[in-house]
């Protein structure tokens, strides 16, 4: 097949880039590991803050629109049932639940951990598999438990096993672990202990009439920061969470933390910089002599910057394609084992979760401008001031 | 004998080729300004052979890299196939430097990390020759020149015979209408430098104009140039031939 010149041009170029990079190869190497190791920690990082947030995302989507929670002297405090009623009144209103859950201090292991009971009408949706047992959530045993997996590591607990908790008075109390929740569960469940209500009350010293908080259900769910602000004028000790606050308060959690994050990325982008620099400080001698000797036998300078540019490229493209892929899996196939710990945990449990697998092309395009753009115009800079000399006095050595 | 030759001759053949006319080059080392060459003219036809003689340092690599569009005079006129190269851009006395002078450099100036193809398809690369009809017509070259079997050798572990020739190779690539050469024999052996010059001989009955630089003033005998001239402190001076037109 005949090619237009142009493109034959191209063609060539390509071919000798790439020919020159295997040749140079012992000098390209660290370029390229540098260069894939920070797309690789920068990609991870990335990758992980997206995957959060849409696991945040889908999980906020089954949840309530608003929660109430009441709040004395910036506490929050049991919530007396009345409260419920008078919201049920409200028009914008579609359904109250109370919630009862609580947390308890683990001594021993210095862990504080979640109980949680199961609020009917709420779980998980249809289809989804949340247990690692077939069991209903409904049909927990007044002494049965399911507790997340953390939990059940830290504690060395299997089904079937006795769970010791401890009531409000002190007293200790068995039940009977029926099972765990998934690992796709993690980022909500690793540090939960879901047991039945009535035990749950006995277990936080929760009075019959009282709640840990409410949730409300709107009739128009896209009104639910208008309605927040009515309901918390009718309950003035009452704050009221919405959906789409939490929401943004994810986001801005792990926005935060990938920040800080890439703070401590700053050292090997560092390094990455001084590399970029010392390449746009100029030409090696052999690379200089290259660019006269390709001048000299009639090359333009927009070609010698071509053959720069298709180089730079080539190495950029393998580094991004390498530090992707391997941020790809240390993500979503190792589930994050290097940022983990910085970015998901908020107690000592830091939770092992399935991030469901995702590379916008947002994160893919910025990844690839950050390193590709840099990189090529350290390259092409100083081998356009040399291209730009006349080769006699690069040939020279003069230049 | 196949080397690629220029076009056949013709009346054409009579015009000047290489047009030297008054050109004079300086350099600035340090705060004191070098004249390697001063009011230098000369005309080159197609066909002839000019040789330039002087010692090392006399300008004759200066005055050749002027004639091949390589650097630009300080002042005077250097015209070849009647365009001025130093009034004409930068990108269009690329064009014509590719298009009509092959150059051999006194150090070769291969890219000694390449084969012996990647260096000879070298002028043909971004013209959009397709990569395969270069590296046939590079092979072609090779041969004729006798080193069909090193195409695949890395240039910078030649023999310096070889690599002058895997030079003039290059230079031969493109099928230009000027062939210049710096000391082609001077880090040849007496064999081999004969050999080539046999090449050289070959090439100027093609229509196809040579200018060669040499120290050597036994190239007079063995080269039969049309023209002749001594170059010394930047100063030429025709020896035999027909002078300035």
């Known amino acids: 097949m005949k090619l237009p010149p142009r493109v034959e041009g191209h063609l060539a170029l390509v071919d000798r880039a790439v020919g020159s990079l295997l040749r140079g190869w012992a000098r390209a190497l660290p370029e390229v590991l540098v260069f894939t190791l920070v797309i690789f920690l920068c990609g991870s990082l990335l990758f992980t803050t997206d995957g959060l947030r849409l696991l945040a995302d889908q999980t906020l989507a089954a949840s309530p629109e608003l929660i109430v929670q009441r709040v004395i002297g910036g506490r929050a405090v049991p919530i007396p049932l009345t409260h419920a009623a008078r919201l049920s009144d409200h028009p914008a209103v579609r359904r109250v639940r109370p919630r009862v859950w609580g947390s308890f201090y683990d001594a021993t292991r210095q862990d504080t951990y979640t109980l949680m009971s199961y609020l009917p009408g709420e779980g998980p949706p249809p289809g989804a598999r949340i247990l690692e047992q077939t069991l209903r959530l409904d049909a927990l045993g007044a002494d049965e438990v399911l507790v997340g997996r953390g939990y059940a590591r830290e504690e060395g607990l299997r089904p079937g096993d006795e769970v010791i908790l401890t009531d409000s008075t002190g007293r200790p109390r068995i039940f009977r672990l029926a099972g765990l929740f998934t690992a796709a569960t993690d980022l909500w469940t690793h540090d939960l202990v879901l047991v039945q209500e009535p035990a749950l009350r006995e277990l936080l010293g929760l009075a019959p009439g009282e709640a840990s908080d409410l949730v409300v259900d709107l009739h128009a769910p896209e009104e639910q920061e208008a309605v927040a602000s009515r309901l918390a004028g009718l309950l003035p000790d009452c704050r009221v969470l919405t959906r789409d606050g939490l929401r943004r308060g994810y986001h801005s959690a792990f926005g935060w933390k990938s920040g800080a994050a890439m703070g401590i990325l700053a050292v090997l982008l560092l390094a990455f910089a001084t590399l970029v620099w010392s390449r746009a400080a100029g030409p090696s001698q052999q690379e200089s002599k290259e660019i006269g000797v390709l001048r000299a036998v009639g090359w333009q300078v927009r070609e010698v910057l071509l053959l720069q540019l298709w180089r730079g490229t080539l190495v950029a493209l393998l580094a991004y394609a390498l530090g992707v892929l391997g941020a790809f899996l240390h993500v979503f196939r190792f589930e994050a084992v290097l940022l983990r710990p910085l970015l998901a945990g908020w107690t000592s449990l830091y939770p092992r979760f399935d991030l469901p697998p995702s590379a916008p092309g947002g994160t893919l395009l910025l990844l690839l401008f950050c390193s590709w753009g840099p990189y090529v115009c350290a390259l092409l800079l100083p081998a356009w001031r040399t291209a730009l000399v006349d080769p006699e006095r690069v040939l020279r050595g003069l230049a | ?245």
């Not at chain 2, 053949?13 to 390697?36: C, M």
């Not at chain 2, 390449?114 to 260096?119: A, I, S, W």
């Not at chain 2, 590296?135 to 023999?159: D, K, N, V, Y």
């Open chain 2, 1 to 245: 004998m196949t080397l690629p030759s220029a076009a056949p001759r013709t009346a054409l053949d009579d015009q000047p080729l290489l047009h030297f006319s008054r050109v004079g080059k300086s350099y600035r080392d340090g705060s004191r300004e070098v004249w390697p060459l001063r009011e230098v003219s000369f005309t080159l036809r197609a066909g002839e052979v000019g040789l330039l003689l002087g010692p090392s340092g006399s300008g004759k690599s200066t005055l050749l890299l002027l004639a091949g569009g390589v650097a630009r005079p300080t002042e005077g006129e250097v015209e070849l196939l009647g365009r001025s190269l130093a009034r004409l851009p930068e990108e269009l006395r690329t064009t014509y430097r590719r298009q009509h002078v092959g150059i051999v450099f006194q150090q070769f100036q291969l890219l000694e990390e390449e084969r012996v193809l990647e260096n000879v398809i070298l002028p043909l690369l971004p013209q959009g020759v397709p990569r395969r009809v270069a590296q046939e017509r590079a092979r072609r070259i090779l041969a004729e020149l006798g080193l069909a079997a090193l195409t695949q050798a890395r240039a910078g572990l030649l023999s310096g015979g070889e690599m002058q020739r895997v030079a003039l190779a290059r230079a031969l690539i493109a099928d230009p209408a000027l062939l210049l050469l710096d000391e082609p024999t001077s880090q040849l052996d007496t064999v081999t430098a004969t050999s080539l010059l046999g090449e050289l001989a070959r090439l100027r009955g093609r229509g196809r104009g040579l200018l060669i630089a040499s120290h050597d003033p036994r190239l007079v005998e063995r080269l039969r140039p049309d023209q002749t001239y001594d170059l010394r402190d930047g100063v030429l001076t025709l020896l035999d031939g027909p002078g300035p037109a």
